[in-house]
């Protein structure tokens, strides 16, 4: 089997101009999709960038809420029921909103607020510079030193800007696990400062967050959470419905999915032309193969080994190529939000081994038909 094996393989690299034509097909499949579902799932993870950020392991939010940034405020009465159920460690209220901020040139910039709980700043990000506590200061606010820094106008701690009419201080540089998805910087400063800055409706609080005694109390909490009207999801399950609502109910998921389709059908097109041609002009040697007393099952295992080695090559260069792009890309483009998971991978592993078996059922179709007599007469 090994002879059979050796020989297939220098049929196969032999003919260069084939052999290339097959690697740069699917090399040049597996990179577009490798690219559109790592652009895709980039885009997912930062529309939770604020669930990431945060930490909590519950979430309590009115049930209409569908992503993130589409909070709707619920009443001050909801906090202290949610605080009285039992199995809640701790329950504390989280600001999120957004405000115009005038910078030290004169021009403005729309900004994201995330105001925390007074008491116990729970959710507060990891600090560059500066010091947590100096956020009790008068107008004081701690910005967030990601992709988005720079239209601020790289402040620096100490730098003043106008928020909303209000005086607004740097305090504090801090950095976050994920930057948002909307290209839109982000402030952090007390819950009581930020309703006090930003205009917003009778009720303040955009999410509840909780701390659970144990895990085996989740269950619990949702039930009482329910019963009050509001729902109470845990970190992955918000992060789900985040991501849910971009895939289903805008046109984001659609779009992506289009383009991976294309991309493997490109492929496959061209494996599976290219391939079939390569069988033809290389029938004669098949059919000496045959008559020398190849067996039919010998013949197939070279065809299955050729197309499987192709589609191995080519999805390891596919895959090399989308991943020197994405991270030169990042390194120069700050709001690139790309990035390559297990499941980007496994996609685009399992969608080139579905082009090497078509290539290869196309080949194996024409080379079992060969009768050595045929090729000897011809």
Same mark, same amino acid.
């Given at each position: 089997m090994t002879g059979i094996l050796k020989i297939a393989l220098k049929l196969l690299v032999n003919d260069k101009s084939k052999f290339s034509a097959l690697l740069v097909g699917?090399?040049?499949?597996?990179?577009?999709?490798?690219?559109?579902? +790592?652009?895709?799932?980039?885009?997912?993870?930062?529309?939770?960038?604020?669930?990431?950020?945060?930490?909590?392991?519950?979430w309590v939010m009115d049930p209409a809420v569908n992503n993130v940034a589409?909070?709707?405020?619920?009443?001050?009465?909801?906090?202290?029921?949610?605080?009285?159920?039992?199995?809640?460690?701790?329950?504390?209220?989280?600001?999120?909103?957004?405000?115009?901020?005038?910078?030290?040139? &004169?021009?403005?910039?729309?900004?994201?607020?995330?105001?925390?709980?007074? +008491?116990?700043?729970?959710g507060r990000p990891e600090l560059l510079a500066g010091k947590i506590e100096?956020?009790?200061?008068?107008?004081?606010?701690v910005v967030v030193q990601d992709a988005e820094f720079g239209k601020l106008?790289?402040?620096?701690? &100490?730098?003043?800007?106008?928020?909303?009419?209000?005086?607004?201080?740097?305090? &504090?540089?801090?950095?976050?696990?994920?930057? #948002?998805?909307? #290209?839109?910087?982000?402030?952090?400063?007390?819950? +009581?400062?930020?309703?006090?800055?930003?205009?917003?409706?009778?009720?303040?609080?955009?999410y509840i967050l909780i701390e659970p005694k144990g895990s085996g109390d989740l269950s619990y909490i949702k039930q009482q959470v329910q019963k009050l009207g509001y729902e109470a999801l845990t970190k992955d399950e918000f992060i789900q419905k985040i991501s849910n609502f971009y895939k289903y109910n805008t046109g984001l998921g659609i779009n992506v999915l289009l383009m991976t389709i294309i991309s493997f059908i490109v492929g496959l097109s061209i494996s599976g032309q290219t391939f079939y041609t390569f069988i033809l002009e290389n029938l004669e040697k098949f059919g000496a193969l045959k008559a020398i007393g190849a067996k039919g099952r010998e013949l197939i295992t070279?065809?299955?080994?050729?197309?499987?080695?192709?589609?191995?090559?080519?999805?390891?260069l596919g895959v090399g190529l989308a991943t020197t792009l994405i991270v030169v890309a990042r390194l120069r483009l700050p709001d690139y939000?790309?990035?390559?998971?297990?499941?980007?991978?496994?996609?685009?592993?399992?969608?080139?081994?579905?082009?090497?078996?078509?290539?290869?059922?196309?080949?194996?179709?024409?080379?079992?038909?060969?009768?050595?007599?045929?090729?000897?007469r011809s």
């Open positions: 699917i090399t040049f499949a597996v990179f577009l999709m490798v690219m559109m579902t +790592s652009m895709f799932s980039g885009i997912l993870t930062r529309a939770s960038a604020t669930v990431l950020n945060i930490g909590a392991k519950v589409s909070s709707i405020p619920m009443p001050d009465y909801v906090l202290d029921a949610v605080r009285s159920i039992n199995g809640v460690k701790y329950a504390v209220p989280l600001y999120s909103g957004g405000a115009l901020v005038k910078l030290r040139s &004169g021009s403005y910039q729309f900004v994201t607020v995330m105001g925390l709980d007074d +008491s116990t700043l729970f100096d956020i009790f200061a008068e107008n004081a606010f106008e790289n402040p620096k701690i &100490g730098t003043e800007f106008e928020i909303n009419d209000h005086r607004g201080v740097v305090v &504090g540089l801090a950095k976050v696990n994920t930057s #948002g998805l909307f #290209g839109v910087p982000t402030l952090y400063t007390t819950f +009581s400062r930020a309703i006090t800055y930003i205009p917003s409706t009778r009720f303040t609080a955009a070279m065809i299955l080994f050729q197309a499987t080695f192709t589609a191995l090559t080519a999805y390891g939000a790309a990035q390559i998971t297990y499941a980007n991978l496994g996609l685009a592993f399992v969608m080139v081994l579905i082009i090497a078996g078509v290539s290869s059922y196309i080949g194996i179709r024409k080379v079992i038909r060969i009768e050595p007599f045929d090729i000897f």
